[in-house]
């Protein structure tokens, strides 16, 4: 077990989010956030354009500091720890950026191996062996000299997938991962999210307004609101989009009724 969880105290949600307010420039996107994320879960931040989905991503990873409120992890608070706790704390969370974020002119294997040479001790031969192993978990062995231009845009997703995992992160954040991705990518991408989350353990926090993956993997989501500045949502998106008596939330989730199937994690990869 990594040091995020095993320092933290037994039995407190994998993210828990206190009171927060988002804002640039003096300006408030988003106040009063309160929400708890579950060890283990797959876990949706959703809301149409401009809601904010990004803003509370970048102040749930570290890249912004939130104006008022807390951010804690396996209930340790992160805004409160000192830098050298703060970067510790980082290393066990991992990031899969909407582009992949890839250095074009780094192999795939150079990629993974990033996070590994800045963060731990191990020699090359040991990074280049768990890289690979990396790569390989996300469907990529064999293309470890590759280029990302060398490679689809599905492909460039896994690879980013494969160095946000190369420091067995115990929460691993999405930004929209399905962006640009066909319908066919798009699910064999939900479906390797789901049997990373079986297999290693992990939390996922997943930005996306894409209702396909929303009622095919969501354990739960959020939904956020612009005119509200807060969440106006909480819950099972299946069970959200037929009883929720806020008529946003309904016509959010009501878009496109094919969307809405399979009805549960396990139905997507069957």
């Not at 250095?103 to 731990?120: A, D, F, G, H, I």
């Not at 894409?210 to 969440?231: N, P, Q």
Request: net charge negative.
């Amino acid at each position: 077990m990594n040091d995020l969880t095993s320092n933290s105290i037994p039995d407190r949600p994998a993210l828990e989010v206190a009171g927060l307010q988002c804002g640039y420039d003096g300006k408030v996107l988003l106040k009063n956030l309160n929400f708890q994320v579950r060890r283990g879960e797959i876990f949706f931040i959703i809301g149409g354009s401009g809601c904010g989905k990004s803003t509370l991503l970048r102040h749930l990873v570290g890249l912004r500091t939130p104006t008022a409120g807390t951010v804690s992890f396996f209930g340790e608070s992160f805004n409160v720890s000192d830098a050298d706790r703060q970067r510790e704390m980082l290393k066990r969370i991992g990031v899969l950026y909407q582009g992949g974020a890839l250095w074009s002119s780094l192999t795939l294997m150079e990629n993974v191996m990033l996070p590994l040479e800045e963060y731990t001790p191990l020699s090359a031969p040991e990074r280049q062996e768990l890289a690979a192993m990396k790569l390989a978990q996300v469907g990529l062995s064999g293309y470890e000299g590759y280029f990302p231009d060398e490679i689809s845009g599905g492909m460039k997703k896994r690879a980013g997938l494969a160095r946000a995992l190369a420091l067995d992160p115990a929460i691993v954040f999405f930004d929209e991962p399905s962006a640009g991705l066909d319908p066919l990518s798009s699910r064999k991408l939900d479906e390797l999210i789901v049997n990373l989350r079986d297999l290693l353990g992990m939390t996922c926090v997943v930005v996306s307004h894409e209702l396909a993956s929303i009622f095919a993997i969501a354990d739960r989501v959020i939904m956020l609101d612009k005119t509200a500045k807060g969440v106006i949502a909480d819950g099972d998106p299946r069970v959200l989009v037929k009883s929720s008596t806020d008529p946003r939330v309904r016509e959010f989730l009501g878009r496109g009724e094919d969307a809405h199937q399979p009805t549960s994690p396990s139905a997507a990869l069957a």
